[in-house]
């Protein structure tokens, strides 16, 4: 499903697509071709293998901004007879199914209201200003993906500017210096940001992936936490099914495919399989 409207009017999209195509010019045409030269085999090779990281960076870039995060169909109602569904998010006061007022809909499980995008979104994770659009069931394995290649890609820039610096040849030293510093000292105050930013965001969400939750199932987890210790039990979150499962579950069952764009495991977003699942599973002792 894709989204209605443009992004035209979105000041941080257009500074990410100004960043990749700065990084990518400097990168190919300045880092690698002072560095191997690009009628080089090992420049036309960084540059082949700098391209194809920088294009699936860029698809699936626009993927997670274009791409719905998932709606609640206006006919849903949760099923409490359902023996199938063993378990039904409610309001943290009253004991009540979960009802958004804002857009007159039960909530599923794992959904939220954005007050960004003014609706429900389907295991929704958190609204991103960098892609102007929630990160949710639809799109995260997406938003993942892009920020994979995209700590690669700056990962690989930020070598070849050191690897340029230290190898630069001698020759024409002179002419055009200033212009290639500027190049260099921009690059530099972009990439090493940018390294550590998107390198941390990629841990988390890995983390995330590992447990299976999203960031707000994380934040809600730290409060239930404590109030499961507070009463004197244990709190363990529903979906986490174990880490190979987690991996399966949100990136697909296929491996080769983790770091490949296809959503097709992803289901209706109105489900989730829990560890109450197997738990009903197991014969009766």
């Known amino acids: ?135 949710g069931n639809a799109n995260y394995k997406v938003f993942f993906v892009f920020v994979v290649y995209a700590v690669t890609a700056c990962i690989y820039s930020l070598v070849l500017l050191l690897g340029s610096l230290i190898n630069e040849p001698e020759k024409d030293e002179q002419e055009n210096e200033d212009s290639s510093r500027t190049i260099y000292v921009v690059s530099a105050l972009l990439l090493v940001p940018l390294c550590i930013a998107l390198s941390v965001l990629l841990g988390w969400h890995i983390y995330l992936i590992l447990h299976n939750k999203t960031t707000i199932e994380y934040h809600e987890g730290v409060r239930a936490m404590w109030l499961a210790e507070k009463g004197g039990s244990v709190y363990n979150h529903p979906y986490d099914l174990g880490a190979y499962e987690n991996l399966t579950t949100v990136l697909g069952p296929n491996i080769l495919s983790w770091v490949c764009p296809t959503s097709t495991h992803i289901g209706s977003g109105l489900r989730f399989r829990t560890s109450y699942d197997d738990l009903a599973a197991l014969p009766n002792s």
């Open 1 to 135: 499903m894709k989204r209605r409207g443009g992004i035209g009017s979105s000041v941080p999209v257009t500074v990410v697509v100004l960043a990749i195509g700065f990084i990518y010019f400097s990168t190919v045409f300045v880092f690698i071709d002072r560095w191997f030269g690009l009628a080089s085999s090992p420049g036309l090779m960084n540059a082949a293998a700098f391209t194809a990281v920088a294009l699936m960076c860029v698809f699936n870039y626009v993927a997670s901004v274009f791409t719905d995060p998932g709606r609640v169909p206006p006919t849903f109602v949760p099923d409490v007879e359902d023996a199938e569904t063993p378990i039904h998010e409610i309001k943290r006061k009253g004991g009540d199914l979960r009802y958004c007022q804002k857009c007159s809909l039960y909530k599923p499980p794992r959904a939220h209201h954005c007050r960004v995008c003014k609706r429900c979104v389907l295991r929704m994770d958190h609204h991103c200003i960098w892609i102007n659009n929630c990160v």
